[in-house]
């Protein structure tokens, strides 16, 4: 596949680094001369240096022969409006970043007009990523699957969790909660268990389970009893705004702490029922004088890593239940993930994954893979696809004990009509099933990938 990035900086050159690294043929415009010979001398990209909304440098990038062109600058206008050219110069699919609340509430209005194929919001990505966390306070990401009915949670196990000590096959048996651990990182290694694994304290698993089913456990066994109630997010931005607005539907009591005044007055205006205050959210006797200690989950969401990273710290310090952190550069979010912050997001992390799922989804319907989503876990170490199951094949309406399928691969829910399925060795495959596969590797183009047939 050809495709076409548009603006090399922070969330263009993610997707450059792990699109190339998929081995796509790419091409990336960029007007900054530095930054392009920056990719050049690192990844193995053909580059163009111009003005993407200058017709005759996206025709010298091949965009009439691109199957995808990504539009990421930082300007949303120049985004949209690259789209439209390429899909007038013949590319196939456009997706366009859109930050901006006013657009992106149009966007649908838009889309036509602009022939886009996807528009990405990243703050609004973010917020509702953050939203989910905090819903279950013991996960560190929750991601939604078969169109909200499944959760895959990941959650760290403490010292004193029930989990601990215990063998997977033990799980059902002893809680009587239909789950399933389909992921585990322990230090560097990466692990697809069976019934046989013994968890262990410290151990980052991915649980997952049909919603109801996750709720109870967590509400049962979990180290959050009760749910959040009191919120205080530091930095009134783009993430702050979406974010205030879900989890007031939620029900939640939200206090914002912004150091610009134009923001706080616009944030008061659009924000009903909030507190909004003025002040510096790294002056630590503002956030005693705001109730930190009173607050259940603490959310840093300044433009600054360095700010978000100390007051989430301080808030540990300080005995608040949840710490969530805005953490943009990698090297920074892989030093601070065993001090004490429970979650790091990350806008351009997670605009370069819901990119790249797109993409790759893409990539195996052209090649009629019946493949509906893909998820990426443990930084893309781990896939979890989503297929849906068209027609009878050699896998379907057979017990699954009596499949052979490959050591890296797991089969991890199934979902049948309105009901949800955590597979045993008894259930099996049909026609219309959504399937979920967990996967090490990243050769599972079509479901029959999974089996081993040596």
């Known amino acids: 596949m050809r495709i076409v990035i548009i603006g090399d900086g922070k969330v263009g050159h993610k997707l450059t680094a792990q699109l190339s690294d998929e081995q796509y043929d790419i091409f990336l415009i960029d007007q900054n001369e530095d930054r392009l010979q920056n990719t050049v001398n690192h990844l193995d990209v053909a580059c163009i240096h111009g003005d993407a909304m200058d017709a005759e440098i996206q025709k010298k990038a091949g965009v009439a022969k691109a199957d995808i062109v990504i539009a990421c600058t930082s300007a949303d206008e120049l985004n949209m409006l690259s789209c439209l050219i390429a899909k007038r110069l013949g590319a196939k699919h456009t997706i366009a970043r859109v930050r901006s609340p006013i657009y992106y509430e149009q966007i649908e209005l838009l889309k036509e007009d602009l022939r886009l194929s996807m528009a990405v919001n990243p703050e609004l990505i973010v917020a509702g990523e953050i939203a989910r966390v905090l819903t279950f306070p013991d996960a560190n ?243 979890a696809m989503e297929f849906i199951v068209q027609e009878p094949t050699q896998y379907t309406d057979i017990a699954l004990k009596d499949l052979k399928t490959k050591a890296n691969c797991l089969i991890a829910c199934i979902g049948r009509g309105q009901d949800i399925i955590i597979p045993g060795g008894d259930d099996w495959i049909e026609v219309g099933d959504s399937v979920i596969i967990i996967s090490l590797e990243r050769k599972i183009q079509i479901l029959e990938d999974i089996l081993d047939k040596n």
């Open 141 to 383: 990401k929750v991601e939604i699957f078969m169109k909200g009915k499944v959760e895959l949670i990941e959650y760290t196990l403490r010292a004193d969790s029930y989990l601990a000590g215990l063998a997977l096959k033990n799980i059902y048996q002893q809680y009587a909660i239909r789950l399933l651990v389909c992921a585990v990182r322990r230090g560097e290694e990466i692990i697809i268990p069976d019934g046989e694994f013994i968890l262990q304290a410290g151990d980052h698993i991915h649980i997952t389970a049909e919603q109801a089913q996750m709720k109870k456990f967590f509400k049962k066994y979990g180290n959050h009893k009760h749910k959040l109630k009191n919120i205080l997010i530091c930095g009134g931005g783009r993430v702050s705004f979406y974010l205030a607005k879900r989890l007031k539907e939620l029900g939640m009591n939200i206090k914002i702490i912004e150091k610009d005044y134009e923001k706080c007055e616009n944030l008061s205006e659009v924000l009903e029922d909030m507190t909004i205050i003025h002040g510096d959210a790294s002056d630590d006797s503002l956030l005693l004088e705001e109730g930190i200690e009173k607050a259940d989950a603490i959310v840093t969401l300044t433009g600054i890593d360095e700010t978000n990273i100390i007051a989430g710290l301080f808030g540990k310090s300080r005995g608040v239940r949840k710490i969530v952190a805005k953490v943009n550069e990698d090297t920074r979010a892989q030093m601070v993930e065993g001090m004490g912050i429970d979650s790091i997001v990350s806008a351009k992390e997670a605009t370069a994954n819901t990119i790249v799922s797109y993409v790759r989804a893409k990539r195996n319907s052209i090649q009629k893979a019946d493949v509906e989503t893909i998820y990426q876990l443990v930084g893309g170490k781990i896939e």
